[in-house]
Nanobody, 123 residues
Framework: QEQLVESGGGLVHPGGSLRLSCAASGSIFSINHMGWYRQAPGKQRELVATITSGGNTNYAESVKGRFTISRDNAKNTVYLQMNLLKPDDTAVYYC?????????????????WGQGTQVTVSS
């Protein structure tokens, strides 16, 4: 069964840094886009950053210059380096990926979400 498992969340002071990781597992042939989204209490889930299989990146305006998304295709893992964190960055962060799955001779492309990891920025 395919899944995305996140790690690296926690409590950090304003101005601090955290690095999130998300590893995909299962019968994966390859991975198309990967990304990070976040949801703060009382707000809708929003895009943070995405990265294509070729390494092209896209960021929300609110995190440009502070966050960096990267991926290791050999490890089926995507990372989010978060620097200069602000209290407004407090949210549950979710990993997302489009996986190409093989089962015997069949193929499918499906969108997956991780379980979420809490990031709290507070003094």
């Amino acid at each position: 069964q395919e899944q995305l498992v996140e790690s690296g969340g926690g409590l950090v002071h304003p101005g601090g840094s955290l690095r999130l990781s998300c590893a995909a597992s299962g019968s994966i042939f390859s991975i198309n886009h990967m990304g990070w989204y976040r949801q703060a209490p009382g707000k809708q889930r929003e895009l943070v950053a995405t990265i294509t299989s070729g390494g092209n990146t896209n960021y929300a305006e609110s995190v440009k210059g502070r966050f960096t998304i990267s991926r290791d295709n050999a490890k089926n893992t995507v990372y989010l380096q978060m620097n200069l964190l602000k209290p407004d960055d407090t949210a549950v962060y979710y990993c997302n990926a489009e996986l190409i799955i093989t089962r015997g001779t069949s193929w499918s492309t499906n969108d997956y979400w991780g379980q979420g990891t809490q990031v709290t920025v507070s003094s």
